[in-house]
């Protein structure tokens, strides 16, 4: 089965400072893995997602992510904070077991409050 | 393009009773999915839908089921409501299913069960 674990349910961070929000998962077959961002009231929205290939892939709106299979790690950053990213964030992993059915499991969220 | 659309937006309901809510994926797409978002559970997966098959299913009990529709419009019924059940619904579509494709998530739905 697979999971996901999102390290810290409340990052707090300053306007410009770094953003590291952290997300490992385990999956017994090569997954393929999602950050989401959910502002109040909303959806979720993709901000980046990795297949296969590069390990460093970038989003929308200035974020990034690694894929790093020996520590099944998939960690999101930002150089610089912006208020506007004020959110709560989604660590997911899809995979199946076999066929073609996959499903999507998500992390518990991260809330990111971005202070002035 | 239009996104995902999801009514209503809102809902109370009072214990059981049951509900339906609806979905409409983004054109073209054939996949609709559906989660339920809570404090504490955080986001689960409840089914998928494929061209009018369910494909995969969460763990959920017998009270919550779904159908596709030709048009790959999506409806989840819940019956004989418990309090909960009082949670975002979301629905969420994509071209091909739940692989390496993007879902597109709606709004979603708030049920409040009384």
């Known amino acids: 089965a697979q999971s996901v674990t999102q390290l810290g349910s409340h990052v707090s961070v300053s306007e410009g400072a770094l953003v590291l929000l952290r997300c490992n998962y385990s999956?017994?077959?090569?997954?393929?893995l999602f950050w989401y961002v959910q502002y109040p009231n909303q959806g979720l929205q993709l901000l980046l997602k990795?297949?296969?290939?590069?390990?460093l892939v970038k989003g929308i709106n200035g974020f990034e992510a690694e894929f790093k299979k020996s520590e099944t790690s998939f960690h999101l950053t930002k150089p610089s904070a912006h208020m506007s990213d004020a959110a709560e964030y989604f660590c997911?992993?899809?995979?199946?077991?076999?066929?073609?059915?996959?499903?999507?499991?998500f992390g518990k969220g991260t809330l990111l409050t971005v202070n002035p | 393009k239009a996104g995902v659309t999801q009514t209503p937006r809102y809902l109370i309901k009072t214990r059981g009773q049951q509900v339906t809510l609806s979905c409409s994926p983004i054109?073209?797409?054939?996949?609709v999915s559906w989660y339920q978002q809570t404090p504490g559970q955080g986001l689960q997966f409840l089914f998928e839908?494929?061209?009018?098959?369910?494909?995969n299913k969460g763990n959920f009990p017998g009270r919550f089921s779904g159908r596709q529709f030709s048009n790959s419009r999506s409806e989840m019924n819940v019956s004989t409501l418990e309090l909960g059940d009082s949670a975002l619904y979301l629905c969420?579509?994509?071209?091909?299913?739940?692989?390496?494709?993007?879902?597109?998530f709606g709004p979603g739905t708030r049920l409040t069960v009384l």
């Open positions: 054109s073209g797409h054939r996949s």
């Open positions: 839908y494929f061209s009018e098959t369910q494909r």
């Open positions: 990795y297949t296969t290939g590069a390990t």
């Open positions: 999956s017994s077959v090569p997954p393929y």
């Open positions: 969420a579509s994509s071209l091909a299913g739940t692989g390496k494709h993007e879902q597109f």
């Open positions: 997911a992993v899809s995979s199946n077991s076999g066929g073609s059915n996959y499903k999507l499991t």
